[in-house]
Nanobody
């Protein structure tokens, strides 16, 4: 069974920083593309950062230059460093994986339960 567990987030002041982590289990992590999405109230879930198997990173324009995604293939974890946070960054942040479960070859998409980030003074 694949599990993605996010941690971090909480209440942050505008201009501040926060770091999210997503620990995975049961996933062929090295062979999986990983990403962070977010969903604000009343909005659609949006892709904000992706890191591929070979370490290529892509960002949504709204976070480019402020957020940084990284992966640790030893700890099977991805991180999202968020700097210069703005009130409009307030959302539930979700970890996403596109990969296969250990012992299987079919590629699936997996989601974490989400973690709340609130940017407010």
């Amino acid at each position: 069974q694949v599990q993605l567990v996010e941690s971090g987030g909480g209440l942050v002041q505008p201009g501040g920083s926060s770091r999210l982590s997503c620990a995975t289990s049961g996933l062929r992590f090295r062979d999986s593309d990983m990403a962070w999405y977010r969903q604000a109230p009343g909005e659609l879930r949006e892709l904000i950062a992706r890191i591929t198997i070979d370490g290529t990173m892509n960002y949504a324009d709204v976070v480019q230059g402020r957020f940084a995604i990284s992966r640790d293939n030893i700890r099977r974890t991805i991180m999202l460093q968020m700097n210069n946070l703005k009130p409009e960054d307030t959302a539930v942040y979700f970890c996403n994986a596109k990969g296969a479960q250990y012992g299987r070859s079919n590629i699936r998409e997996y989601w974490g339960q989400g973690t709340q980030v609130t940017v407010s003074s």
